[in-house]
């Protein structure tokens, strides 16, 4: 047996003196062997519970017996503004409430939380059904379609963005380069009116258009170039608001 070379009294029955100075020659008295008929001892740990930052109560501490499983408690009431709660720290990693958990030292476990931000849509003028708000962790965050969204009269969406007045990127769940916004806050995002320029072919038989434009009111329209366009051999020439004139 291994020594650990803590004193401790014990009570022995029928064993000479002789032989009970064998066995405590060898004897572990921190933790006596059951087969040498010998009561085992195991020390008592306190198990607690610690969540920096966070709002309501923490479950309380217990005192259990050395080797002993228990159950990690549950989040309860206790929360944090603007995080989610992930579960606790041990010394072997991050663990779930509800898990089992053997206790051989005295510990702490610490609640981990990761933060959280909320994505809100303000119609901005607009109207119909505005899109749900978006709660997740920093990251890219898919954008909201527009589909159920009623214009102002006379006006069509042109994109979401951060700032009311228009400025900045615009996002549409529509176009493949601009359909997620990267967040890492909470953020509100402001529905955009304007106009539109639709490119027509206009019976091209090779080529595809350049994909409609979107303009707020008051901004400059660069025409985008027509030059991969054929029809039966012809050549492009210019874009024209009007079926058979030619403008740009």
């Known amino acids: 047996m291994k020594k650990h070379g803590i004193a401790r009294l014990i009570i022995l029955s029928g064993i000479t003196a002789a032989s009970l100075a064998g066995v405590l020659a060898g004897c572990d008295f921190n933790r006596i062997k059951y087969d040498l008929g010998i009561f085992e001892k195991h020390q008592d740990y306190t198990v607690t519970y610690e969540a920096p930052g966070a709002d309501g109560p923490v479950p309380q501490p217990e005192t259990v017996t050395g080797g002993t499983s228990i159950t990690l408690a549950g989040q309860g009431a206790l929360a944090r503004e603007g995080y989610k709660f992930d579960g606790w720290l041990t010394p072997e990693g991050l663990r779930q409430p509800g898990e089992s958990y053997t206790v051989t030292e005295n510990i702490t476990f610490y609640a981990q939380w990761t933060q959280v931000f ?9 109207s119909g059904k505005k899109p749900a708000d978006v709660t997740g962790v ?94 039966n051999g012809m050549n492009f020439i210019a874009w024209s608001r009007y079926q058979g004139e030619t403008e740009w």
Request: charged letters at 15%; zero cysteines; aromatic letters at 8%.
């Open 118 to 126: 909320t994505v809100t849509y303000d119609l901005n003028g607009g």
């Open 138 to 231: 920093a990251g890219l965050v898919q954008v909201a379609s527009a589909a159920d969204l009623t214009p102002p009269p006379g006006k069509v969406f042109v994109g979401w963005t951060k700032n009311k007045n228009g400025e900045g990127t615009r996002y549409r769940s529509d176009s493949t380069a601009s359909n997620k916004i990267t967040v890492t806050g909470n953020i509100t995002l402001y529905a955009q009116w304007g106009y539109s320029v639709t490119y027509n072919a206009n019976g091209a038989t090779a080529g595809t258009p350049p994909a409609t434009a979107y303009l707020l009111p008051g901004e400059t329209l660069t025409v985008a170039s027509g030059r991969t366009l054929k029809k």
